[in-house]
Nanobody, 115 residues
Framework: QVQLVESGGGLVQAGDSLRLSCSASGSIVNINVMGWYRQAPGKQRELVAT???????YYQTSVKGRFTISRDNAKNTVELIMNNLKPDDTAVYYC?????????WGQGTQVTVSS
């Protein structure tokens, strides 16, 4: 079982930056697949950025060049650095981890971008 806790969300203006952090309850050394989803009101949850099984990174097209995912295995954290935020980035952001075949989720952190 993996417990994940997100932090770093908030209310910002368009063009601002935010850093989201996801802390895992245990070691993430053996959990390659970890990343971030988001869900806006009235929309389905969508993948934003993730580490793949080969530890490559994948980004949704709309965030490429603006968002950066990183991980620190020593601290058991995965971060999402979000630059040049847009109102369309407003959503609840969820961290996830896939140790084997089952996904574990955090409780989410709200990001609101005003125009």
């Amino acid at each position: 079982q993996v417990q994940l806790v997100e932090s770093g969300g908030g209310l910002v203006q368009a063009g601002d930056s935010l850093r989201l952090s996801c802390s895992a309850s245990g070691s993430i050394v053996n959990i390659n697949v970890m990343g971030w989803y988001r869900q806006a009101p009235g929309k389905q949850r969508e993948l934003v950025a993730t580490f793949t099984s080969s530890l490559d990174t994948y980004y949704q097209t709309s965030v490429k060049g603006r968002f950066t995912i990183s991980r620190d295995n020593a601290k058991n954290t995965v971060e999402l650095i979000m630059n040049n935020l847009k109102p369309d980035d407003t959503a609840v952001y969820y961290c996830y981890a896939r140790p084997k075949t089952r996904d574990f989720w955090g409780q989410g952190t709200q990001v609101t971008v005003s125009s």
